[in-house]
């Protein structure tokens, strides 16, 4: 038994977040909370391999039978973590850039995060979207846009979504971690760009809103430069900030992994937000766990808004129910399937949730 945690336990890395006083094990880039005790555990095992189970006991303090105990149940922990296939909020992943890419572009870029870039970017673009306002105004058609190239536009805001996402990675880098890829996947049935930054699970919690808060910021940026090169034409900076403030308003959403969750989870200091607030009403119910303010108030937050959406798309299957077969379209035709399958997955999420 003892051979095989040794075993086990050279495959994994640990970490200390000393700031928060907080200790992970880490397994293809997969970080678990462990306790202090684990963590000086498995650390002396893996720096003196081929002990025995008496200089282990000596070292802890421990029984041979609390020795024996611990080792078989940590070596159990530590091959389920090894051995099980750890699933991910984002689903057919597809890699866009991958980390060797995403650390040197990175690198070259990490000297852009300091808070006086952020103002001076913010200012400026404060001082433009005023003077697009004041344009459109005084020519009393602000609901009305015209002459705006698409073709352009589209990946336009196809390299925003990348900037943003690249944000994240630069900030990462600027830490001193290594970011992983920046891909594209599935969040429930939504397409959604990512970037792999579990590394800065060991930074301490305002390094980590800092990390989560720069893809925003890239963002604000990579419009700032948009906005220099295309200012003569207004109609067409007039979309895309709309589009940047519907990108930056979903970012901040707090009841799905986006930024503003991850900002909010790491401020309060609940980590497994998400997860924990599914079942927190039920527990507190059954009083498993106690009051806690912040998660009454979320929880109920975030059902409210799984069952608006909810209501959303079934009162939009009174359109995809009652079709007219010999004037189908292939929009309609797929925005009817799309929102079958959506509320599908949403029944089916809401049922797993008061499984579990």
Known sequence: MLERFTENVAAVQLHHNQSEERYFIEFNNNFFLISEFTFGFIEYVKKNPGLNYGSIGNQFQLSPEETTFIVENLNNEVHDIISTEHKSSVKLKITLLNARYVNIIS???????????????????????????????????ITKVTGVNYYILYPIFLCTLIIHELGHSVATK???????????????????????????????????????????????????????????????????????IAVIFFSLFPFIKTDGYWVLSDFFGKPNLFENSNQYLYKLFKKEVKFDLFYFF???????????????????????????????????????????????????????????
């Open 298 to 356: 979320y929880s109920i937050a975030h059902f409210i808004f799984i069952f608006y959406v909810l209501s959303i798309f079934i009162r939009n299957m009174s359109g995809v129910l009652d079709i007219d077969f010999h004037n189908i379209t292939y929009v309609s035709l797929f925005k009817g399937i799309y929102s079958l399958i959506f509320v599908y997955f949403l029944i089916n999420s809401i049922i797993s949730k008061f499984k579990s």
């Open 174 to 244: 600027r830490f001193n971690l290594a970011p992983r890829e920046i891909g594209f996947g599935l969040f429930f049935i939504l397409p959604v760009l990512y970037s792999n930054i579990s590394c800065i699970w060991v930074l301490n919690k305002e390094k980590r809103i800092i990390v989560n808060l720069s893809g925003i910021f890239f963002q604000l940026f990579f419009t700032l430069v948009m906005s220099i090169i295309f200012f003569a034409h207004k109609e067409f900076l007039f979309v895309l900030y709309n589009i940047n």
């Open 107 to 141: 690198d070259k870029l990490k000297f852009l995060i300091r808070p006086s870039l952020l103002q001076f970017i913010i200012g400026l673009l404060a001082v433009v979207a005023m003077y697009i306002g004041m344009y459109y105004y005084l020519k009393g058609h």
